[in-house]
């Protein structure tokens, strides 16, 4: 079992930036695929980022050169940073952490949720 807590929420205004974390316990997350996905009101949850074991991330167009995912095993954390944010951005962001190393952008490939942190862009 992986569970996963995240942190760093908040308001911000338009421009600005946050950093969000992912604290995982239970397990070493080192050969999970780690996701951030979001989710506004009345929206589908959407990907976000995820970054592989390896190393390798991937981003969805909409925050591509925006925001920056990271991992450090270490410490069993998972980061988001988020930059040249605009209130299309508010959501609650969760984190995800699959197993298999065909982990991608689909939520029902993650076995594992935090409980969401709220973001929220004023603009």
């Known amino acids: 079992q992986v569970q996963l807590v995240e942190s760093g929420g908040g308001l911000v205004q338009t421009g600005g930036s946050l950093r969000l974390s992912c604290a995982a316990s239970?397990?070493?997350?080192?050969?999970?695929?780690m996701g951030w996905f979001r989710q506004a009101p009345g929206k589908e949850r959407e990907f976000v980022a995820l970054?592989?074991?390896?190393?390798?991330?991937n981003y969805a167009d909409s925050v591509k050169g925006r925001f920056t995912i990271s991992r450090d095993n270490a410490n069993n954390t998972v980061y988001v940073q988020m930059n040249s944010l605009t209130p299309e951005d508010t959501a609650v962001y969760y984190c995800?952490?699959?197993?298999?190393?065909?982990?991608?952008?689909?939520?029902?490939?993650?076995?594992?949720w935090g409980q969401g942190t709220q973001v929220t862009v004023s603009s």
């Open positions: 995800a952490a699959g197993s298999s190393p065909y982990t991608g952008w689909v939520p029902s490939h993650y076995g594992y």
């Open positions: 239970g397990r070493s997350i080192s050969t999970y695929v």
């Open positions: 970054i592989r074991s390896g190393g390798s991330i």
